[in-house]
């Protein structure tokens, strides 16, 4: 048993009026998926759960001002059910296809998969070549923050107290771009965790030349971020085996730059060029 008052608002408004008074003893509950685990296991003690996760404020998926915004409380299962997500950002729709259980799904928030800041959050990598951004509303009013931006490091989020994630913001698929995917790599093929994954978005020329990409990688770095130097090393060019092979090893020499070589690198380095290979085996001529 939990020594714990249940607080579910009805409007976007009371849930900061209440968060205003009682910042240090509330979690902020959206799915809780994250929660309840670290409850139970007793690395998380608050005397309030605020469950934010039925607001309409924060269930809204739709294209304002040519972008795409997409609530923070929309679950992972309306991710993958949204035909809007389906033709402005596809490879986060691919996300509901490799995201934990159904039942999970059911009840996982994008808001909250962002929030907990965990290296290996699925949505992250998509959000990012997106160039997301998050809509954020606290005691001082509303901010925007990169989704790049969100963790200062694993399982930190940078929100400040008393504030929570409204709505993310997303540069829609450019017109003539027609490569996209999201992969990740688990130790098992379902309910896996991811040990590594990634996201890109491609456009190319009629000669094959990349004219457009964005990638991002995560699970395998402190925080998920875009890899530019990879997107600017491959843009321009008509991508061959050896090419992707070389760019493959140049993002596996780049992550352990960034992590240093741990005992993991034996397994990581060359599955991150396997399936970097895989990933972009389509864009092959």
């Known amino acids: ?96 296809d490799k995201f934990a259980s159904r039942q999970v799904r059911n009840i996982a928030t994008v808001g909250g998969n962002v929030a907990h800041c965990s290296p290996c959050g699925d949505t992250i990598p998509p959000l990012l070549i997106h160039d997301a951004v998050a809509a954020v509303v606290g005691p001082s009013g509303e901010r925007i923050v990169p989704v790049e931006e969100m963790a200062s490091g694993p399982y930190h989020c940078s929100l400040h107290p008393g504030e929570l994630i409204t709505h993310f913001i997303l540069d829609t698929k450019p017109a003539n771009v027609e490569f996209f995917d999201f992969q990740k790599i688990g130790r098992r093929k379902e309910l896996a965790i991811a040990r590594m994954s990634m996201a890109a978005m491609i456009g190319q020329e009629s000669d094959g030349s990349i004219s457009f990409i964005r990638f991002a990688l995560g699970s395998c770095t402190p925080t998920p971020h875009r890899f530019r130097d990879i997107e600017n090393y491959l843009m321009g060019k008509i991508p061959d085996k050896d090419l992707l092979w070389e760019a493959g090893n140049a993002l596996s020499r780049q992550m352990l730059g960034i992590t240093g070589r741990r005992p993991s690198a034996v397994y990581k380095e060359p599955a991150i060029e396997g399936l970097f290979v895989r990933m972009m085996y389509p864009l092959l001529k």
């Open 1 to 96: 048993m939990f020594d714990v008052d249940y607080i579910r608002p009805q409007k976007l408004t009371d849930a900061l009026a209440f968060l205003s008074e009682n910042v240090p003893d509330t979690t902020i509950l959206a799915g809780g998926t994250d929660v309840m685990v670290d409850m139970r296991s007793g690395d998380l003690n608050c005397r309030y759960l605020l469950d934010v996760g039925r607001l309409e404020e924060l269930r809204r998926i739709e294209i304002d001002d040519g972008n795409l915004t997409v609530g923070a409380a929309i679950t992972i299962t309306e991710i993958g059910e949204s035909d809007l997500i389906g033709r402005h950002a596809p490879a986060l729709r691919k996300v509901a």
